[in-house]
């Protein structure tokens, strides 16, 4: 079975932190990405990157960048953690099967920012 | 651009009852469509999927047709359980961008004993 883990289930920061969550799948995945969830506004794309040392921007990066050195791990960084940030945060990795791709997610991580 | 509209929730329905939950897109390009399901305190899974038009994708008794001239992609199920209860999100994906999902808001079902 694919695997994607997420570091903390749960976790509470303060404002102006510098904050990391880390992902890993353990499929070999080329493609990896960050979401957050929001009651109402479902899943929305914060960066995903194709392969390692890459990224590129999905629809709503302001305040976070991404790091992948290794191609099993994708790590999304809070630069200055504020209140607007906290959020249900969701990593997946992709395979393609056929015309398309299906997407793995992790169990999340739900991030407070107090 | 790209969007997905699901119906509001939250449903609540009676075991055993039959469930539609709406879904339409706007899409440029020919996408592919999923419906995935989180239940509590869990990551997003795959329910079901269809890539091109008039194609039914089912798993787990839900069904999904793929409607290119109503650009939509209901999913429904004859009789649902308790263990139906979770947030149910549609979402399209285009050609070429390597999976990149698009979501709907997500839709909540509640199914009482």
């Known amino acids: 079975d694919v695997k994607v883990t997420q570091s903390s289930r749960y976790l509470v920061k303060r404002t102006g932190e510098k904050v990391f969550l880390e992902c890993v799948q353990d499929?070999?995945?080329?493609?990896m990405f960050w979401y957050r969830q929001d009651p109402g506004l479902g899943l929305r794309l914060i960066y995903f990157?194709?392969?390692?040392?890459?990224?590129e921007k999905g629809d709503i990066p302001e305040g976070y960048s991404v790091s992948r050195e290794k191609k099993e791990r994708f790590s999304l960084i809070l630069e200055s953690a504020s209140t607007n940030q906290t959020s249900m945060y969701l990593c997946?990795?992709?395979?393609?099967?056929?015309?398309?791709?299906?997407?793995?997610f992790g169990p999340g991580t739900r991030l407070t920012v107090t | 651009g790209n969007s997905v509209t699901q119906m509001e929730g939250p449903v609540t329905l009676s075991e055993e009852a039959f469930l539609t939950i709406n879904c339409t897109y706007t899409?440029?390009?020919?996408?592919?469509l999923f419906w995935y399901v989180q239940y509590p305190g869990e990551g997003l899974q795959l329910l079901l999927k269809?890539?091109?038009?008039?194609d039914k994708g089912s798993n787990k008794g839900f069904e999904a047709t793929y409607r290119k001239e109503t650009t939509s992609f209901h999913l429904e199920k004859g009789s649902v359980q308790v263990s139906d209860s979770a947030v149910y999100f549609c979402?399209?994906?285009?050609?070429?961008?390597?999976?990149?999902?698009?979501f709907g808001q997500g839709t909540e079902l509640s199914v009482k004993p």
């Open positions: 499929m070999d995945h080329e493609n």
């Open positions: 979402a399209l994906s285009l050609d070429n961008q390597g999976g990149k999902l698009i």
């Open positions: 269809a890539t091109k038009a008039d």
């Open positions: 899409a440029t390009g020919y996408p592919s």
């Open positions: 990157s194709y392969d390692v040392k890459m990224k």
């Open positions: 997946a990795s992709s395979l393609p099967t056929g015309r398309t791709y299906e997407q793995y």
